[in-house]
């Protein structure tokens, strides 16, 4: 982190005052980055859920543990004392930019990426299409979701090639019981018990070389006892594009290695299949009665640069359900500018940009700041987020000097503000609550936790306010 020699910016001899909306890891590795940092800070990590840890507890598969084991680092950063956790706050309806501003030096915007991209093909408004994200909070046990998910399809598609596509196949083709000893709560254990999904098919426009899986989230899709992974040989394709890829990149290479090996290998007897396809580009959904009834993929050859044209033979895949995975998308946040296209709030290096003036110099929304997939866009692995915090932090740092104070800095100021309106509001020590409670109710079945769903629930756990 960059020194910042004596600085105390323009809050005088008190610590700098900083409002962080949104405490996933992104807002986390931000407030890391300020208490690294030579300059004293105060900050208080504002969260719409009554729980903090964003995707790592709403956006990750509850079979992967280990992923769910950066909780523990970022509890190491909420311990501090220089860090308040404000969890069932919403931004924009129970505090806005402008009270923020009351009590906060600067704001930083960490409120990440929660919906479904886009994808324009015919049929993708049937009954049957679902979006990924959608699908993702229900099994994570998201509280603002239905709590009910219709696994009637004996028969699904899954497109795109990224790590959610290929969670989002996992858990459709576990059976319920593989998946009990997870943090799976009651209601989604219950539907994924009766899915009748007997066929998973994941498809890539692309070929082996450019599907975006790590290596080992591949690798754990064979790991089941009732999943059988099928390649096709015939997808198994590479131009010279794709061999620069493999040799560029250890993991890209890893990658075609296992898709290779699978795709030799004898297929075997496991209850469930799960196919891996190249080269299918999604064309359309096929309907009847506005309800899905098939999948339309253009078949698609390699261009030479690793890019990919159609060949105009289309094939149908029998399939009752559809859902795509082809990208988060983050949400307009309200007194901020937006890129819909990017679906990022314009910024340079994490400094809000409004537009330009008359002379072409940037002009930027003062004491205002972006870190995460807000800044950047949906892409990367949670570890990149820590490059943008850090970058986000620099720029706050250098313009500390010039920020006009807060008019009420007094940490007592903003809870007395929030309690005047009635708002439930949770705290780390809530948390903490809420934590060994879900903890206790999977001890009698050998879970390290059951998790609570119900947002009351989560309220009534953590007793909002008591610290």
Same mark, same amino acid.
């Given at each position: ?15 700098? #005052? ?20 030579? $300059? ?5 990590? @504002? ?29 190491? $950063? ?5 860090? #308040? ?18 009590? @906060? ?94 066929? =998973? ?6 070929? *082996? ?26 997808? !198994?394709? @590479? ?12 993991? $890209? ?14 297929? +075997?007897?496991? *209850? ?17 009665? +506005?309800? =899905? ?23 149908? /895949? ?9 990208? @988060? ?40 700041? =972006?870190?995460? /997939?807000?800044?950047?866009? *949906? ?43 009635? !708002? ?6 809530? /948390? ?19 998790? $609570? =769903? ?14």
């Amino acid at each position: 982190m960059t020194e910042h020699a004596g600085t105390k910016s323009g809050a005088g001899d008190r610590p700098l #005052r900083i409002a962080i909306v949104g405490a996933g890891p992104a807002g986390i590795y931000a407030a890391d980055a300020l208490m690294k940092s030579d $300059v004293e800070a105060s900050i208080d990590l @504002y969260e719409r859920m009554p729980a903090p840890f964003g995707l790592i507890r709403y956006g990750v598969a509850p079979d992967h543990p280990r992923i769910k084991g950066i909780i523990t680092a970022l509890h190491k $950063v909420l311990d501090k004392p220089q860090v #308040r956790l404000l969890g069932n706050i919403d931004y924009g309806s129970d505090i806005d930019l402008e009270d923020l501003r009351r009590f @906060y030096d600067a704001v930083i915007f960490s409120t990440g990426a929660n919906a479904d991209r886009a994808l324009g093909v015919p049929g993708i408004e049937l009954d049957g299409s679902y979006g990924a994200a959608d699908f993702v909070s229900w099994y994570d046990g998201h509280p603002d979701v239905p709590r009910t998910w219709p696994l009637d399809a004996e028969k699904v598609a899954v497109l795109g090639v990224g790590n959610v596509a290929l969670d989002v196949a996992r858990v459709l083709a576990k059976t319920g019981d593989e998946l009990l000893p997870t943090e799976i709560p009651p209601n989604v254990y219950e539907g994924l018990r009766n899915n009748k999904a007997l066929e =998973v098919h994941v498809f890539g426009r692309r070929g *082996p070389a450019q599907a975006k899986f790590t290596p080992l989230e591949l690798r754990e899709l064979d790991h089941s006892p009732t999943i059988e992974v099928i390649v096709d040989p015939e997808d !198994i394709d @590479y131009d010279e594009g794709s061999e620069a890829a493999r040799r560029h990149s250890k993991q $890209v290479d890893m990658v075609c290695n296992t898709l290779e090996q699978w795709a030799i290998r004898d297929v +075997g007897d496991r *209850p469930h299949k799960l196919f891996l396809h190249f080269f299918e580009s999604p064309a359309e959904l096929i309907g009847e009665d +506005g309800k =899905v009834v098939g999948l339309r993929t253009e078949r698609t050859t390699l261009d030479g640069t690793g890019n990919v044209k159609g060949t105009g033979t289309y094939k149908d /895949w029998d399939v009752q359900a559809v859902y795509r995975a082809v990208g @988060y998308l983050s949400q307009n946040i309200p007194q901020l500018p937006f890129d819909d296209q990017a679906g990022t709030v314009p910024n340079e290096a994490g400094r809000v940009l409004v537009d330009e003036g008359a002379d072409g110099a940037a002009r930027y929304l003062p004491q205002t700041y =972006v870190t995460g /997939w807000i800044k950047r866009g *949906p892409v990367g692995l949670i570890g990149h987020t820590k490059g943008d915090a850090n970058e986000t932090i620099a720029c706050l740092l250098d313009d500390a000097a010039s920020f006009t104070p807060a008019a009420e800095p007094d940490p007592e100021a903003v809870t007395k503000f929030l309690e005047d309106k009635g !708002i439930p509001f949770t705290t780390w020590a809530g /948390w903490y609550r809420l934590d060994a409670h879900e903890r206790s109710l999977g001890e009698p079945e050998g879970r390290e936790r059951v998790k $609570v =769903v119900e947002r009351e629930d989560m309220l009534r756990a953590s007793e909002p306010h008591k610290v």
